[in-house]
């Protein structure tokens, strides 16, 4: 009998998160009933949102619930079927267990992937949610202009380095910061952004988007929050437009709070928050266009993959430490051929 691996959510964390609030657990291999498959899972996606899931907080997805199996994006491949449209070998993409096999009822957020397209990891990476998150956040609220500022947040991430992209392809000057040194180099470089600073080395982030956005900034599309956004805020430019994707330092402790917000109404900033998932409806014209960026190279992307289930807890961890280059994605079982 194969072995089964899952992780479980045992402790709702107070403060920084850590490995307490998981537990590795060898489990029975689960029988799929009728209606349901048995996935062989083997990659998983950890994100930054499972760590506001922890809480208890009112938000657009319930929380964990304690002693839950762990759950986010995953890809799977069909071992038995009991579910008329699914056979074995299909694989698919959906919100899936942290776990090496587990029983599932297909519903309307699982999706079966055409083989042999693009490497299957590409469907939790560059061809994601978190590049759709980047693309849906710039189109529908950044609306950028040739010429205009963009200042871009954990701009080596997953969803900032595309937004950075995206950024320059529509014409904009293009300002990104990260947490090392090597980031921030690949910004200059690889991504060819205009300017990006290591922003744990700066004196201040206020000195640091003086220097970098003289001209002040036309869109943030914001990730961190907390300085980082009280900073953008200061330098907003009239009429500048706030995308709030996200902000990463405040989900593990709240955050100081905003000084000086007249400036929203003074310089009549638009300031709006949104959720990938209610804008699948662009998955159709953002793959089109990523697909042709990524074949004329003008889309760059970089993923870090850790192996084995059991480090899942350990690499969910240092995504708030900034130990993910790219797109943090958990390989915990073969490719399916
Ligand atoms: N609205 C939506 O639908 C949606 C969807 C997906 C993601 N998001 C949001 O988008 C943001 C980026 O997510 P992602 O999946 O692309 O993750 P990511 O950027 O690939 O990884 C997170 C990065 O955030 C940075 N970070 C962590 N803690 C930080 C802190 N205290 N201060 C500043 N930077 C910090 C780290 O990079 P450094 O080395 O640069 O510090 C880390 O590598 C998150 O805020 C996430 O919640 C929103």
Same mark, same amino acid.
């Given at each position: 009998?194969?072995?089964?691996?899952?992780?479980?959510?045992?402790?709702?964390?107070?403060?920084?998160?850590?490995?307490?609030?998981?537990?590795?657990?060898?489990?029975?291999?689960?029988?799929?009933?009728?209606?349901?498959?048995?996935?062989?899972?083997?990659?998983?996606?950890?994100?930054?949102?499972?760590?506001?899931?922890?809480?208890?907080?009112?938000?657009?997805?319930?929380?964990?619930?304690?002693?839950?199996?762990?759950?986010?994006?995953?890809?799977?491949?069909?071992?038995?079927?009991?579910?008329?449209?699914?056979?074995?070998?299909?694989?698919?993409?959906?919100?899936?267990?942290?776990?090496?096999?587990?029983?599932?009822?297909?519903?309307?957020?699982?999706?079966?992937?055409?083989?042999?397209?693009?490497?299957?990891?590409?469907?939790?990476?560059?061809?994601?949610?978190?590049?759709?998150?980047?693309?849906?956040?710039?189109?529908?609220?950044?609306?950028?202009?040739?010429?205009?500022?963009?200042?871009?947040?954990?701009?080596?991430?997953?969803? !900032?380095?595309?937004?950075?992209?995206? !950024?320059?392809?529509?014409?904009?000057?293009?300002?990104?910061?990260?947490?090392?040194?090597?980031?921030?180099?690949?910004?200059?470089?690889?991504?060819?952004?205009?300017?990006?600073?290591?922003?744990?080395?700066?004196?201040?982030?206020?000195?640091?988007?003086?220097?970098?956005?003289?001209?002040?900034?036309?869109?943030?599309?914001?990730?961190?929050?907390?300085?980082?956004?009280?900073?953008?805020?200061?330098?907003?430019?009239?009429?500048?437009?706030?995308?709030?994707?996200?902000?990463?330092?405040?989900?593990?402790?709240?955050?100081?709070?905003?000084?000086?917000?007249?400036?929203?109404?003074?310089?009549?900033?638009?300031?709006?928050?949104?959720?990938?998932?209610?804008?699948?409806?662009?998955?159709?014209?953002?793959?089109?266009?990523?697909?042709?960026?990524?074949?004329?190279?003008?889309?760059?992307?970089?993923?870090?993959?850790?192996?084995?289930?059991?480090?899942?807890?350990?690499?969910?961890?240092?995504?708030?430490?900034?130990?993910?280059?790219?797109?943090?994605?958990?390989?915990?079982?073969?490719?399916?051929?």
């Amino acid at each position: 009998m194969p072995q089964n691996t899952i992780v479980r959510f045992v402790k709702r964390p107070q403060g920084f998160v850590d490995e307490n609030s998981f537990a590795i657990e060898s489990a029975p291999m689960p029988q799929p009933a009728d209606g349901q498959i048995l996935l062989r899972n083997f990659y998983h996606s950890l994100d930054p949102y499972m760590r506001p899931r922890m809480t208890e907080m009112d938000s657009y997805i319930a929380p964990f619930e304690v002693g839950q199996v762990m759950e986010g994006g995953g890809l799977g491949v069909v071992v038995e079927s009991r579910h008329p449209d699914y056979t074995p070998g299909d694989v698919v993409r959906g919100m899936l267990q942290w776990a090496e096999y587990q029983a599932a009822t297909p519903g309307a957020m699982m999706r079966t992937l055409e083989p042999g397209r693009v490497p299957w990891r590409h469907y939790l990476g560059v061809l994601g949610s978190a590049s759709l998150t980047a693309y849906v956040g710039l189109k529908l609220i950044g609306e950028p202009k040739a010429g205009e500022t963009l200042y871009v947040s954990a701009a080596s991430g997953a969803v !900032g380095s595309i937004a950075a992209q995206i !950024g320059k392809i529509r014409g904009c000057r293009v300002v990104g910061s990260a947490g090392t040194d090597d980031k921030v180099a690949w910004l200059k470089g690889e991504l060819g952004l205009d300017a990006a600073f290591n922003y744990r080395t700066v004196t201040s982030m206020d000195a640091a988007i003086a220097q970098h956005c003289p001209e002040g900034i036309d869109i943030d599309f914001e990730n961190v929050g907390g300085e980082t956004l009280q900073a953008v805020l200061d330098h907003i430019r009239p009429h500048g437009r706030i995308v709030m994707c996200g902000a990463i330092s405040e989900y593990n402790e709240p955050g100081p709070g905003l000084e000086r917000i007249f400036r929203i109404v003074s310089h009549k900033v638009r300031m709006q928050g949104f959720i990938v998932s209610e804008h699948f409806d662009q998955m159709h014209a953002f793959v089109a266009e990523i697909a042709e960026w990524l074949r004329d190279g003008r889309i760059k992307y970089r993923e870090t993959v850790v192996e084995g289930i059991e480090n899942m807890p350990r690499a969910l961890v240092g995504l708030f430490r900034g130990e993910n280059f790219g797109k943090l994605i958990a390989k915990v079982g073969d490719e399916p051929n």
